[in-house]
């Protein structure tokens, strides 16, 4: 028997992935795997850093292999925002419980300050994000079971919504 993850979740930087999904593993019982977080330990570099030493598609292939290895476990698990754009990664996610967390610009920009640990938004952060977001939506919407939109909402708040979608589907 194959286990799968619980819950998988996507969307852009600032949505509440890591937050919402360590919380959701808790109240869930269940362990609690951020695809970023993977990929550092495993490299033992910074993602900026990999970006910077390495290049984009260095990081993405070490990406998709964090999100295969994470999704071949039992739990919560966020991906990097990025991720489900690489075509690997979006047929990986086929058949999983996928959870896309929706946020506006004020939400997101609060949340996560736009610095320079997220390299894709290093230059002219608001625009790059707002492209990415125009870029990324219609993949983020297709791969999802549901959208819950995060804007103004605390991390328990989602969790709860979260929590009552999976409710009905289990």
């Given at each position: 028997?194959?286990?799968?993850?619980?819950?998988?979740?996507?969307?852009?930087?600032?949505?509440g992935k890591s937050t919402v999904?360590?919380?959701?593993?808790?109240?869930?019982?269940?362990?609690?795997?951020?695809?970023?977080?993977?990929?550092?330990?495993?490299?033992?570099?910074?993602?900026?850093?990999?970006?910077?030493?390495?290049?984009?598609?260095?990081?993405?292939?070490?990406?998709?292999?964090a999100v295969a290895r994470a999704?071949?476990?039992?739990?919560?698990?966020?991906?990097?925002?990025?991720?489900?754009?690489?075509?690997?990664?979006?047929?990986?996610?086929?058949?999983?419980?996928?959870?896309?967390?929706?946020?506006?610009?004020?939400?997101?920009?609060?949340?996560?300050?736009?610095?320079?640990?997220?390299?894709?938004?290093?230059?002219?952060?608001?625009?790059?994000?707002?492209?990415?977001?125009?870029?990324?939506?219609?993949?983020?919407?297709?791969?999802?079971?549901?959208?819950?939109?995060?804007?103004?909402?605390?991390?328990?708040?989602?969790?709860?919504?979260?929590?009552?979608?999976?409710?009905?589907?289990?």
């Amino acid at each position: 028997m194959t286990v799968r993850p619980t819950v998988v979740l996507i969307g852009p930087p600032g949505a509440g992935k890591s937050t919402v999904g360590a919380h959701l593993a808790q109240t869930l019982g269940t362990e609690f795997v951020d695809t970023d977080a993977l990929v550092e330990q495993t490299d033992g570099r910074t993602i900026s850093d990999i970006f910077v030493e390495d290049g984009e598609p260095a990081f993405r292939r070490m990406e998709a292999d964090a999100v295969a290895r994470a999704l071949d476990g039992a739990g919560v698990v966020a991906l990097g925002g990025g991720a489900p754009m690489q075509p690997s990664v979006a047929e990986l996610l086929s058949g999983h419980h996928v959870v896309f967390l929706d946020v506006s610009i004020s939400d997101a920009s609060g949340r996560i300050g736009f610095d320079a640990s997220r390299p894709l938004l290093a230059v002219n952060p608001r625009a790059t994000w707002t492209r990415l977001m125009n870029e990324r939506r219609p993949t983020y919407e297709s791969l999802a079971s549901v959208r819950i939109d995060t804007a103004g909402c605390t991390p328990e708040q989602v969790v709860e919504q979260v929590n009552a979608w999976f409710a009905r589907e289990s």
